[in-house]
């Protein structure tokens, strides 16, 4: 069954988003290395996996449409080098600007589940496919950057909603576009209106998830 012409439209944010985004995720990434006393290269490679490791998952494994935009596209690459360049300069006052990074985050993480879920979408995939690879591109990058220093991934154990406000934003889009038929830029920008509010109360009221199964008292 052809993909819906209506659907299939890329979703395109401005570069200057899209770049931003990976600059701050880029940092988070390099702040990591830098309090674990990485090297250059350590700080360059956690820089690299937060800033664009949910887009290589989304393109290399799911969408497969020829190389990876970050990969096509040099701007991503320095994107990457200027976080680095930042965490490394002022990572003694990066600390102080927790916040803002914060509302930051919870912006970026809005607009590539957009982009991820536009990207699906215009590649042909079903909507429930289209919702996964949304979330996989707004997530994807912490995922990759716990693996790489060992840590279990924060997306997998009980904290503050997360991978749920990316979901519902997402899920959001991909109804939308189909059932309500709204024009994209409307239900891009209601998409990520959703994920950015419900991340944001998420931290201001410490809204968490719980585990399925109480851990045990300890003795």
């Excluded at 589940?113 to 996989?136: D, Q, R, S, T």
């Excluded at 576009?177 to 830029?185: E, I, K, Q, Y």
């Amino acid at each position: 069954m052809p993909a819906d012409p209506l659907i299939t439209q890329t979703v395109t944010l401005p570069i200057t988003i899209d770049l931003g985004a990976t600059v701050l995720f880029s940092i988070t990434g390099a702040m990591v290395a830098i309090r674990r006393h990485y090297d250059f290269v350590g700080v360059f490679v956690l820089a690299l996996a937060c800033g664009l490791g949910g887009g290589l998952l989304r393109d290399g494994l799911f969408i497969q449409a020829g190389p990876p935009a970050a990969m096509r596209d040099g701007s991503y690459m320095l994107a990457v080098l200027a976080g680095c360049a930042v965490a490394v300069l002022f990572h003694q006052h990066v600390e102080r600007w927790s916040k803002p990074f914060l509302i930051f985050d919870a912006l970026g993480t809005g607009a590539y589940g957009v982009v991820g879920a536009g990207k699906a979408f215009e590649a042909g995939l079903a909507i429930p496919a289209c919702i996964f690879v949304g979330v996989v591109n707004a997530v994807g990058s912490g995922l990759i950057r716990d693996v790489l220093v060992r840590e279990e991934p924060l997306m997998l154990k009980p904290g503050q909603f997360y991978v749920i406000a990316s979901l519902l934003g997402v899920a959001g889009f991909g109804l939308f576009t189909r059932c309500f038929h709204l024009p994209l830029a409307i239900s891009a920008i209601s998409a990520i209106a959703i994920t950015f509010v419900i991340r944001l109360l998420a931290i201001s009221f410490d809204w968490r998830t719980k585990s399925v199964v109480p851990s045990p008292p300890s003795e």
